[in-house]
């Protein structure tokens, strides 16, 4: 059974950091690209960042460019988003989800392949 399963979420104040991993059973993960769902209260899920089958190439959405980094140790089957400089608007839960895709295919931000997907951790920014 394919499966991802997420953790390093929690409570951090504003300015803090954090590391997010994300763990693929099932599967091997170097066959996929990784991108990071959030989806604060209230608000639609959204793509903020994906990572190629190598790691050679990234993506990020503007709203996290220049703070999270993506990254990939496909040896451990991990991919790891790190949060730094957190504000109170990256609240939210977080989820990777995994696309089968050729190894020169750009990742993306958004679409409907994503063929597995995590559980989700919350992360909460706040004073």
């Known amino acids: 059974q394919l499966q991802l399963v997420e953790s390093g979420g929690g409570l951090v104040q504003p300015g803090g950091s954090l590391r997010l991993s994300c763990v693929a059973s099932g599967f091997t993960l170097d066959s996929h690209q990784i991108t990071w769902f959030r989806q604060a209260p209230g608000k639609e899920r959204e793509g903020i960042s994906c990572i190629t089958r190598t790691g050679a190439l990234t993506n990020y959405a503007d709203s996290v460019k220049g703070r999270f980094t993506i990254s990939r140790d496909n040896a451990k089957n991990t991919v790891y988003l790190q949060m730094n400089s957190l504000k109170p608007e990256d609240t939210g839960v977080y989820y990777c989800?995994?696309?089968?895709?050729?190894?020169?295919?750009?990742?993306?931000?958004?679409?409907?392949?994503?063929?597995?997907w995590g559980q989700g951790t919350q992360v909460t920014v706040s004073s």
């Open positions: 989800a995994a696309r089968y895709a050729s190894m020169l295919s750009l990742c993306v931000l958004s679409g409907t392949d994503f063929g597995s």
